[in-house]
């Protein structure tokens, strides 16, 4: 989209507008997660996430990208903490820091170094969009 030069200014911004929605989804999210449950609000965070992910993909408007980026943080970090509690409430306290910890290290390392190479693989940014956020859409089949 020509984000380059003079306009070099709009991936962070757009990349802020992520991070403020993720700000605003968490606590939002969280509350909905201890009212109706977890599963349901799983499922509910990672449908928003793939849906308006999918749809950020495609935009060719720089204000409707960065609403749709916006919407995209109000659910995913959310879709990711509450799975993450959800697995610390099934383990006994002894157990809680591995829990925590290895998963953390074994998705974080294996996305970090496999994502580079998926995305020089694919080399549009259009479908490496629709690579990462489609997967957020099989959740449904999950509970």
Request: aromatic share 18%.
């Amino acid at each position: 989209l020509n984000w380059v030069c003079n306009e070099d200014w709009k991936p962070p911004f757009a990349q802020s507008c992520f991070f403020i929605g993720s700000m605003i989804g968490v606590p939002i999210f969280g509350w909905l997660a201890d009212y109706f449950g977890r599963i349901p609000i799983i499922v509910t965070t990672n449908l928003v996430g793939g849906v308006f992910g999918l749809a950020s993909s495609f935009c060719n408007s720089f204000l409707l990208f960065c609403i749709l980026r916006f919407i995209v943080g109000l659910a995913h970090d959310s879709s990711f903490y509450i799975i993450y509690i959800l697995g610390l409430e099934y383990v006994s306290a002894s157990y809680r820091s591995i829990v925590a910890n290895v998963p953390i290290l074994l998705f974080l390392t294996a996305s970090m170094c496999t994502m580079p190479w998926i995305a020089y693989g694919i080399g549009d940014w259009t479908w490496f969009g629709v690579a990462i956020h489609v997967p957020f859409l099989l959740t449904v089949f999950t509970p």
